[in-house]
């Protein structure tokens, strides 16, 4: 016998899903967005202020040990300082209440082991080339006559203006002159307030003598009407 394969109906085709061609996602609703970024707004806000919260008194403790080597360093090693505020146009140890210190120009008064004055040191800032140049300046405040400087902070021209700081023989010249100085390209020996600029550097290094004889000529007076005045 002989056996037949039997086929059925070929099977229909299977009709593809039908689709709406006018569906959409859902819409975020305009105040929904601008909610969603308002709480990631504050919520990246309030991150920031607890970061520099946090980080402040690390900042603080820094720029304070910054400060207390450059008045050892322009001061040559003291053995101690005081710290004057300028309030309302006179020095003081003590400002008055509710006054923010931080917020008060101020100048270091050194002395040595014997109880005797070595000079003062301030911090000044006005334009270099490129933008200001900070620095702690020593000086014995009757005579004008420099003790020393050094760089706090500065943006000039790498390789070129920031030899204000980095080319120690320039720096050495300060020690000794009695301001007003005076910028020379060669300096004469005999003539106790001249500096000699920094070839390439030349508005760099004149901006550090400008600044170093504005704060002088600022400070003298008010060293000496305290001195004058006595502690208080």
Do not use: C
């Not at 082991?113 to 000079?119: L, T």
């Amino acid at each position: 016998m002989t056996g037949h394969s039997h086929h059925g109906p070929p099977s229909a085709p299977v009709a593809p899903l039908a689709t709406d061609s006018s569906a959409k996602a859902p819409e975020v609703s305009s105040w929904k967005l601008l909610a969603t970024l308002a709480i990631a707004g504050a919520a990246a806000g309030l991150l920031v202020v607890a970061v520099y919260k946090a980080t402040l008194p690390t900042i603080e403790r820094y720029e304070a040990a910054k400060v207390e080597g450059a008045v050892r360093e322009v001061l040559k090693a003291p053995a101690r300082w005081d710290t004057l505020y300028l309030q309302k146009g006179s020095l003081t140890k003590t400002p008055s209440a509710g006054e923010d210190r931080k917020g008060l120009p101020t100048a270091y008064i050194g002395y040595d082991s014997a109880g005797k004055k070595v000079g003062a040191a301030v911090t000044a800032q006005e334009p270099g080339f490129q933008e200001e140049v900070l620095l702690m300046i020593g000086f014995e405040p009757s005579s004008g006559t420099l003790i020393g400087f050094k760089v706090l902070a500065e943006k000039e021209t790498p390789g070129l203006g920031d030899k204000i700081e980095l080319d120690t023989s320039f720096g050495a010249q300060f020690p000794g002159r009695i301001a007003p100085l005076k910028s020379v390209k060669t300096r004469n020996a005999t003539d106790p307030s001249q500096v000699q600029t920094i070839t390439g550097a030349t508005i760099s290094s004149r901006a550090v003598i400008r600044i170093i004889n504005h704060a002088v000529e600022r400070w003298q007076p008010l060293l000496a009407a305290y001195a004058k005045a006595g502690t208080k």
